[in-house]
């Protein structure tokens, strides 16, 4: 695909916004030209835009949010922990904190935080404010930009607001002699503004671009974002304050204090039936064959640099300087990986079997081999013990010529056990490169780029149309529309290669939060889900659990056993992150959220 233009590519920027060290958004936005010389020429305004996208934090980072959940943990943690065991407070960030650990290795954590998001505000903002001011010959790309600029202070507000509740909304560009102190905004007022810049977004953008600006922000972009936050908004956290922060002064900042909130159902359903109706997306792959195996097109839609799903996506330049890699940061350290965001025996075991069942380790058969005859998206999603993989690199092909993981252990005659190449006791491998959960990642990875040398150069995508479905049909369980749920969830289970749901009522309910945790695994969702739903107190409170596989002395069947692997605990708090305490001494207006005083 041609990228010579595209938004995500790491072209030559002017403005030095992807260094977290660059305070950019406190000195001129174009240090080298006069304000004029930017504001009148369309084409250095273009790349003021680009910068802004930049700033959005893409997945593909060493630590994903998937470690951050109860869908994975970090191999090497780096504060990881300090999220799953409700450590962050006011005073110490971790993750979140742009200064804390190495550069480069928690972006997509500290880039969700309120300095960083409110830096690319700003940018918004100051675009906004310029473009008014001056006239151009070229109208339509001057509402073009316009319009991704809506969406772009859209998309930080979004991230604002799921991450902080009710945040201040800021119109203007302050300037350095300003007093920027603003309070609070409610959260339904924070919510309305999202919609707002979504539905100005939307007006401006178009349908598709050429070639050249692939990964802008389109009309669908805006109305699939639109979606996302209605549907958030309309969920359990929002509804229930006074069950997790009773006595808070200030409920109006972490959700609804009034109104129908079986209308906001509504209008998450619309909006998400909005994009359905352009017309403009479908599924990858949508009708299997006998011939076209499901887990290769499931595989290919994250192998794949454009399918007909995408709604908004990032790409990368292959072997770029820019710090994503993310076959390096999550293959087995028997392929030279780092084995970063490993799988959870909690989320593997949700995969169902293939006839749609549930596995479950107490069924003799699916535990005398529990990984065969799973659902086709375990087989594209998880590498397991005796999964097949990439050839193995010079050096280790004499000891695996076959190129399968090998996450066991074997007895040796003394009684003592010997790893695989890819456990933390290989013969071969970096020992603390390996997994402690006895699974690795395979979603996202290209098994045709030796990643021990070179960068693949897929796409991350923001939002595909999967989600959109699976939208659309929450909001109609939630409505009791069950036959129209039943309809769109079974679309994505068709596409899976399994059978429809045909339940109702919170049955209903549970199976669609099922889908969305498989069908969305790994993709920045639920980290979000848990909180919303408030399901969070459970699944975060038990510890993170890996299998352990022995292969007994004379058996060719190992024995499978659990350990913990991750202490985690859960504190009510954690359903929104505290503002900084440097945040709240520099305004005093601000008011903190609940339970961090």
């Known amino acids: 695909m041609k990228k010579t233009l595209c938004a995500w590519a790491m072209i030559a ?113 100051l675009f906004l404010e310029e473009v008014e001011k001056h006239s151009y010959e070229d109208q ?23 991450m902080y509740g009710g945040v201040p909304i800021i119109k203007k560009a302050y300037g350095l002699n300003e007093d920027p102190l603003a309070s609070r905004n409610s959260f339904e007022e924070s919510i309305q503004f999202i919609i707002e810049d979504c539905d100005k977004a939307a007006a401006l953008l178009p349908q598709a671009y050429g070639a ?18 209605l549907l958030y ?70 192998l794949s640099k454009e399918t007909s799903e995408d709604i908004f996506v990032r790409f990368f330049i292959q072997n770029s300087g820019e710090g994503y890699n993310p076959g390096r940061y999550n293959n087995p350290n028997g392929y030279f990986g780092y084995g970063g965001n490993t799988p959870t025996s909690q989320l593997v075991d949700e995969f169902q079997m293939k006839d749609g069942t549930a596995f479950d380790w107490n069924n003799p058969v699916h535990k005398a081999d529990p990984y065969a005859n799973r659902e086709p998206r375990f087989y594209a999603n998880i590498l397991f013990e005796g999964a097949k993989w990439q050839t193995r690199q010079i050096g280790a092909q004499t000891l695996d010529p076959v190129g399968v993981i090998q996450v066991g252990y ?117 980290y979000f889900d848990i909180r919303r739903w408030m399901i969070a107190p459970k699944v975060l409170s038990s510890n993170a659990l890996g299998v352990d596989i022995r292969y007994k002395k004379g058996k060719v069947k190992p024995e499978f056993s659990f350990v913990s692997v991750r202490d985690r605990n859960w504190k009510d708090r954690s359903y929104f992150l505290p503002i900084k305490l440097d945040e709240m001494n520099r305004n005093n207006l601000l008011v903190q959220n609940p339970l961090y005083q």
């Open 13 to 125: 920027m002017l403005l030095p916004l992807n260094s977290c060290n660059d305070d950019f958004l406190d000195k001129q936005p174009l240090n080298e030209y006069s304000g004029n010389a930017v504001w009148n020429d369309l084409a250095l305004m273009q790349t003021f835009v680009n910068n802004i996208y930049n700033n959005l934090p893409h997945g593909f980072t060493e630590l994903m949010m998937a470690s951050l959940s109860d869908e994975a943990i970090l191999t090497f943690d780096g504060g990881s922990s300090n999220v799953t065991k409700s450590l962050i407070t006011p005073s110490d960030y971790s993750v979140f904190d742009p200064n804390f650990g190495l550069s480069g290795v928690h972006p997509r954590a500290w880039k969700m935080s309120w300095d960083w998001v409110y830096k690319s505000v700003r940018a918004c903002n």
């Open 140 to 162: 339509a790309l001057k509402n073009r930009l316009t319009g991704e600029v809506y969406f772009l202070r859209a998309y930080h507000y979004h991230n604002l607001v799921l």
């Open 212 to 229: 050249a600006d692939k990964g802008r922000a389109t009309k669908g972009a805006a109305l699939a974002l639109k979606s996302r936050i």
């Open 233 to 302: 908004a309309a969920s359990d956290l929002y509804h229930n304050q006074a069950s997790w922060a009773p006595g808070y002064a200030h409920p109006e900042l972490i959700g609804y204090v009034g109104g129908d909130r079986a209308g906001r159902w509504r209008k998450a359903k619309e909006a998400a039936k909005a994009v359905i109706d352009l017309n403009a997306y479908d599924l990858f792959k949508k009708e299997p064959t006998a011939a076209d195996p499901v887990a290769k097109n499931y595989e290919g839609i994250f």
């Open 410 to 526: 074997y007895e040796q005659a003394d009684g003592s056990f010997t790893g695989g190449l890819d456990t933390r006791n290989s013969t071969f491998a970096a020992k603390e490169d390996g997994t402690y959960t006895g699974y690795y990642l395979r979603k996202f990875i290209d098994p045709a780029v030796n990643t021990q040398f070179f960068k693949q150069d897929l796409p991350w995508r923001f939002i595909r149309y999967a989600e959109v479905l699976l939208n659309y049909a929450e909001a109609c369980i939630e409505l009791g529309e069950t036959a129209e749920a039943q309809k769109y969830l079974n679309m994505i289970r068709r596409r899976a290669g399994l059978p429809a749901i045909i339940s109702s009522g919170q049955a209903l309910r549970e199976q669609l939060r099922h889908e969305r945790k498989i069908e969305l695994m790994y993709e920045d969702q639920r």
